[in-house]
């Protein structure tokens, strides 16, 4: 089919907000401005040449090369939106809309006419400047060719005075003619590696150098600057601080002093001399520590000066990881001949990677002066303080660039904050990500684990001059962001300095690196086990020596038999029991001679109950760090998935004959037939709901908009108890990190998020992604700072991952499915140390001499504080929820609205004073009740257990700001988003589809 997504029935479709997919570059509201422009080159004058910036009648065309059709182009966009918006094809991501080549994948060329601007007569020089070009494509203004742009992730810019048409001699408007002519030049894979599919992706048919294509276009801003004496290109500001290596936790009173470094990279027409000054914030008035004015010399080109600032402890505030303190964030400023100048947002922190054991001081002072990695483990101490790392891995937002959302993207972080995640890892396959998201992080405290953009499929590096720019463009544009904590080479490449395949990464890509930024840690790939010199011992900051690891084999670690792995990427659980595009079509039992094993398929252990060892834990004992683990694959909601699909194939099957064979990113079908659509929705989900709901006869076939629904929950809670279990284990373990595969999803599909597909422009998407259970569970119990839990043997631990110390109790209750009764089995004092991994053990033998019946009961396992507030429930079952034996709940739902203030601890993002509630009735106890809505928001708790007779729960509206809403629009948009959430409002729980 060529069509759109179509009605689901009822008034649930006409009830979803729907965005135009235009203008999305820049949005004002609320008194914040969300843009995905990057910080531009600076000038005396800058005139836009985006659509939106243009005047009406005289914006981008964009025409087929082979034939006479000329459409109106989107800048920044792509060729695929901009067919889809002029009704050329269908949306792309409605059924297998991707597959159809027809237009966008042949060549194009973009063009627009703009006057010369008065202004320029009056200027040095004149820059044309694209900030990103995607796929390869030949730049010419007025008929001359500027070059050739190959590299998606590069900066290009052009001095174009001499090449502007003028009239008269008075640069009093003259036309001038910009094109931009896609075609098949050479790209050495420099573009966004998941592009045309992955294995949580929309797989086309289309390739370029062997590598997937899809979408091509000028994806980032294109704009004149005018240049008197120089341009400022970047302003890299370093910050490294000056007291002694700390393995305690620092405070505003007790810290040391700070050295600001900024490099200012200039671009003159000519040699000039001119004044430079750069100023820092800090401190109650300039002074010769945050004021630097000099005359320099600036030769033609390109050129930097540097600058450094000090810090004193008393002028500046630390900045810390969300949960652990503020994000107090200082501007640095420059400027150059009085006329040009760019600021940037810092911040005051101190940062190590702790590869050895620091909590000994004799390895301090010998490691003060080595190189190179240790063994011991892997963890991050920022501001002395030992960090657990919790969070999940960012992918990009959209196939399609010119669907990108700046909204969207601060939302994701929103979502990650208030889930307990403290960081971020951006994988390598994707893209560097809009300055809006990174100022995000640095605003709310999440760290960021940053692959460089290389990755499998075609997308090695090479040593050429262009990806060298690349690399020093992005950490240029990046470094002053404090949420980076950490560049590696690339994602899941074992960097062997034997191999010149994978030597690469060490002796060039991370050396170019390292060479730009000494001012955090630098490692060789993800997953690595470090290096063997080049890096500073203590911190694994770059000691500028070659960088070399001592890997010999290309193995991953876990691969090699008796290996000490301190950075893992597994175990993970795939989707199988249907032929898919990523999925296997077995439901045989899993088997694995391993604790580790790389994948779960087919039918595997349900953890349930744990089995837990007792250890002692902290970062004196061996640890480790996951940084892509766990990870389970996953349906979105049936509001999700549904617009994306034909009514016919509402069903984890299709409604359709599975295709006779699938592989890795395709799937044959009969000549004349059409293929499977859910089987091009990467994963199915047939295992996960045979081990924990089994098999329900027909359900898996059956279609429709229950079915689908019925599926598609107990795939979601699947899912959430994979994880729930495996990191609940690993919370037991010496283990610093669960980083889950992954965060986001890049289309609704069978993939791995735990927030879904966030365009709200598209029909039955949410701003930034709605939650999945998962991602519920994250906040209340799975990454919260205290969290306890119990196995069927009574073994129990409650562990405290914050850098304060904890005291409380933890309650643990086993309560009666059938009838509600609670039987209180003990009550645990504990005094915890401050964190990481600060652990008290404990036992509760009343569940394993009969006091519990693990089909009959569910453990409530409490953790208080001092204060008598209940800190972390955790709602920990003992049997997989097909052995449950639960009553009919008979659960429903009420929305209300009040005028309730009231915004339960929530970060900013959430548009407070809403008073969106859901009355959720319960007749018998409801477990793991899921609300579901269209609106634009978040439940402040889902997925949840609820006692007969029920509970309120809040839903949050979205900010409107993160929907480009103004402030004078505010209450009509909540009004309406008040109807959309009335009307949209269900609920389901376990008992919804057993009874």
């Known amino acids: 089919t060529n069509g759109d997504s179509r009605p689901m029935g009822g008034n649930t479709m006409a009830l979803l907000l729907v965005v135009s997919f235009a203008s999305l570059l820049v949005g ?54 901009d ?102 030049i050479a790209c050495d894979g420099r573009w966004m590696a998941c592009t045309g599919g992955w294995d949580w992706a929309p797989y086309t048919t289309t390739k370029h150098e062997g590598a997937a294509t899809f979408t091509k276009g000028i994806w980032k801003s294109v704009y004149l600057v005018g240049v008197k004496d120089a341009a400022i290109e970047h302003v890299v500001p370093q910050v490294f601080y000056k007291g002694d290596y700390p393995v305690g936790p620092l405070t505003d009173t007790a810290k040391g002093d700070f050295d600001v470094q900024v490099r200012v990279h200039l671009w003159a027409p000519v040699a000039t001399s001119a004044l430079v000054q750069v100023h820092g914030s800090w401190g109650s008035e300039p002074s010769a520590t945050t004021l630097a004015v000099a005359t320099v010399s600036v030769p033609a080109g390109s050129s930097n000066v540097t600058v450094v600032l000090s810090a004193t402890a008393a002028q500046v505030k630390l900045w810390w990881p969300v949960g652990a303190g503020a994000q107090p964030l200082y501007n640095v400023s420059a400027s150059i001949g009085g006329a040009a100048s760019a600021s940037r947002r810092i911040a005051f922190r101190t940062l190590a990677l702790v590869t050895g054991n620091d909590t000994d001081p004799e390895f301090v002072k010998r490691a003060k002066f080595q190189q190179g990695t240790e063994l011991h483990g892997m963890f991050f101490r920022v501001n002395g303080a030992v960090i657990y790392a919790r969070g999940a891995n960012m992918v990009p937002m959209d196939e399609m660039e010119g669907w990108y959302h700046p909204g969207a993207h601060v939302a994701t972080v929103h979502s990650a904050a208030a889930a307990n995640f403290n960081m971020l890892r951006v994988w390598g396959g994707g893209i560097y990500l809009p300055d809006v998201w990174y100022d995000t992080c640095d605003e709310l405290g999440i760290l960021v684990f940053h692959d460089m953009m290389f990755a499998q499929k075609g997308h090695a590096p090479k040593v050429t001059q262009t990806q060298e720019a690349e690399l020093r463009h992005q950490v240029r544009r990046l470094s002053h962001h404090p949420s980076i904590i950490l560049y590696d080479g690339c994602n899941e490449c074992t960097v062997v300095m034997a191999d010149p395949a994978t030597s690469i990464y060490a002796t060039f890509v991370m050396a170019v690196v390292a060479e730009e930024d000494r001012s955090r840690v630098v490692w060789p790939s993800c997953p690595a086990d470090g290096w063997s010199r080049g890096v500073h011992r203590l911190t694994s900051f770059p000691t500028g020596d070659p960088l070399v690891t001592p890997d010999t084999t290309a193995k991953r670690c876990t691969e090699v038999p008796g290996r000490t792995c301190i950075e893992v990427h597994r175990p993970k659980w795939q989707g199988s029991g249907f032929p898919a595009v990523d999925g296997s079509s077995s439901l045989a039992p899993s088997h694995t001679n391993v604790p580790w094993p790389w994948v779960f398929l087919g039918t595997f252990p349900s953890n349930i109950p744990l089995a837990l060892t007792r250890k002692d834990l902290g970062p004196a004992l061996p640890n480790n760090f996951s940084s892509e683990s766990p990870g389970a694959t996953v349906f979105s909601s049936f509001e999700s998935m549904a617009p994306t699909l034909d009514r016919a194939h509402w069903g984890m099957h299709g409604g359709s004959p599975p295709d006779p064979s699938c592989s890795r990113g395709h799937c044959h079908c009969p000549d004349g037939d059409p293929c499977n659509a859910m089987a091009e929705r990467n994963y199915p989900c047939d295992n996960f709901i045979v081990v924990y709901f089994g098999k329900q006869g027909d359900l898996f076939n059956q279609t429709g908009e229950l079915a689908f629904k019925h599926q598609i929950y107990q795939c979601m809670i699947a899912q959430a108890l994979v994880i729930k279990q495996n990191i609940e284990l690993t919370r037991s373990m010496n283990r610093f990190a669960s980083l889950v595969w992954m965060f986001n999803e890049i289309w609704p599909t069978g993939g791995w998020g735990s927030v ?106 409490d953790v208080v504080d001092a204060a008598g507030t209940v800190a972390t ?25 009040t005028e309730d203030t009231v915004v339960p601890n929530s970060p900013t993002g959430i548009a407070p004073g809403a008073g969106f509630y859901a009355d959720v009735s319960v007749s018998n106890v409801a477990l793991w009740v899921t609300l579901t809505t269209a609106a634009h928001g978040r439940f402040e708790r889902n997925a949840i257990l609820v006692q007969p007779p029920g509970i309120r729960i809040q839903f949050l509206p979205s900010d409107p700001a993160l929907l480009l809403i103004n402030d004078g629009a505010k209450k009509k948009h909540l009004d309406e988003q008040f109807e959309v959430f009335a009307a949209s409002l269900r609920v389901e729980d376990v008992a919804t589809y057993r009874f």
């Not at 429930?873 to 609205?897: D, F, G, T």
């Open 28 to 81: 004002q509201a609320c008194g914040k401005v969300y843009s995905l422009r990057d910080n531009p080159v600076a000038g005396v004058w800058e005139q836009s040449l985006d659509s939106a910036s243009l005047p009406s009648g005289s914006g981008w065309q964009a025409e087929h090369v082979n034939s006479s059709l000329t459409i109106p182009a989107q800048v920044p966009g792509d060729v695929v939106s």
């Open 83 to 184: 067919l889809h918006r002029e009704g050329l094809i269908g949306n792309p991501l409605y059924e297998m809309n991707f597959k159809n080549t027809t237009l966008w994948n042949d060549e194009w060329t973009y063009t627009v006419r703009f006057p010369t601007p008065p202004q320029s007569a009056g200027s040095d020089d004149v820059l044309l400047v694209f900030d990103g070009i995607k796929m390869g494509a030949t730049l010419s203004l007025n008929g001359r060719t500027l070059a050739l742009a190959n590299d998606q992730f590069l900066r290009y810019s052009f001095p174009i005075k001499h090449l502007l048409n003028q009239s008269g001699g008075g640069g009093d408007g003259a036309t001038n003619v910009l094109k931009v002519a896609f075609s098949s």
């Open 756 to 861: 879904e597909y966030g365009n709200p422009a598209f029909p039955g998407q949410v701003v930034g992604g709605r939650w999945k259970p998962l991602q519920h569970w994250f906040q209340q119990s799975i990454f919260a700072d205290v969290m306890a839990t119990c196995d069927g043997t009574g073994l129990c631990y409650v562990r405290n991952d914050a850098i304060q110390p904890f005291s409380g109790s933890v309650v643990v209750r086993a309560l009666g499915l059938q009838h509600g009764n609670v039987t209180k089995l003990t009550t645990h004092r504990t005094q915890l140390a401050a964190g990481a991994g600060a652990v008290q053990w404990f036992d509760v033998p009343q569940i394993a001499a009969g006091g519990v019946s693990f089909t009959e009961d569910i453990l409530l396992v």
């Open 873 to 897: 429930a955790n709602v920990v079952p003992l049997a997989v929820p097909s052995k449950l034996n639960i009553a009919n709940s008979h659960v429903s739902v009420k929305p209300v609205r």
